[in-house]
């Protein structure tokens, strides 16, 4: 079954750096657009970063310059490099498949996510 694990959350204060990685439990021949959202406290959960396997990348603007997402396909690992950090960018920043395929250029069952989202890593900045 193909899920998404999450790590690299933690505390951090203002102006440090954190990198988040994100592993797809499926074989190399799936191929896989992610994106990372978060959610603040009590907001709703919002875009941050996307990257395709064959390397487009979009970034929030609020994060445009200090975060820069890179993606291992032979690893089916997104990161997320996250710099300049503030206490705005406090939240819980969840990846996500956008797209699943394979490198064949069709889709084969084993390669597709019961559920595209990932259980979530905490991100916390303290002034």
């Known amino acids: 079954q193909v899920r998404l694990a999450e790590s690299g959350g933690g505390s951090v204060q203002a102006g440090g750096s954190l990198r988040l990685a994100c592993t797809v439990s499926?074989?190399?021949?799936?191929?896989?657009?992610m994106s990372w959202y978060r959610k603040p406290p009590g907001q709703e959960r919002e875009f941050v970063s996307s990257?395709?396997?064959?390397?487009?990348?979009d970034y929030a603007d609020s994060v445009k310059g200090r975060f820069a997402i890179s993606q291992d396909n032979a690893k089916n690992t997104v990161f997320l490099q996250m710099n300049q950090l503030q206490p705005e960018d406090t939240a819980m920043y969840y990846c996500?498949?956008?797209?699943?395929?394979?490198?064949?250029?069709?889709?084969?069952?084993?390669?597709?996510?019961?559920?595209?989202w990932g259980q979530g890593t905490m991100v916390t900045v303290s002034s």
């Open positions: 499926a074989g190399t021949h799936c191929k896989y657009d």
């Open positions: 990257s395709t396997a064959d390397g487009g990348t």
């Open positions: 996500k498949i956008d797209h699943s395929t394979s490198w064949w250029g069709w889709e084969p069952p084993e390669c597709t996510p019961s559920d595209p």
